[in-house]
């Protein structure tokens, strides 16, 4: 298993999201997820890590080697957690446009 995908692995399986939750979630194929945690590839595109990371909550770099550090940083946390709900907040104001 890839790092990127024990580090999926372990945030849906904290959440308590399945494999199908996370790709009804995302739009991404189940098998696509699946072969992610296996460690088979990573995504291609940043933008997969960005739709991951909003929906657990943390930075796109977590799926990483480097994450491990990143995570575990209470300030970064915060700022993440406020960096989501900046972005919940836009998306709201843009369906209101």
Excluded: C
């Amino acid at each position: 298993m890839s790092n990127f995908g024990e580090n999926l692995k372990r945030l849906r399986d904290r959440q308590n999201i399945t494999i199908s939750t996370l790709s009804d979630m995302t739009g991404i194929a189940r098998r696509t997820i699946y072969d992610w945690e296996k460690g088979k590839y990573i995504p291609a595109s940043f933008s997969s890590r960005k739709l991951l990371a909003s929906i657990f909550h943390v930075s796109p770099f977590y799926f990483d080697d480097a994450g491990e550090e990143i995570k575990e940083n209470p300030v970064i946390r915060d700022l993440l957690e406020n960096v989501h709900t900046l972005n919940q907040r836009i998306d709201a104001l843009e369906k209101k446009i």
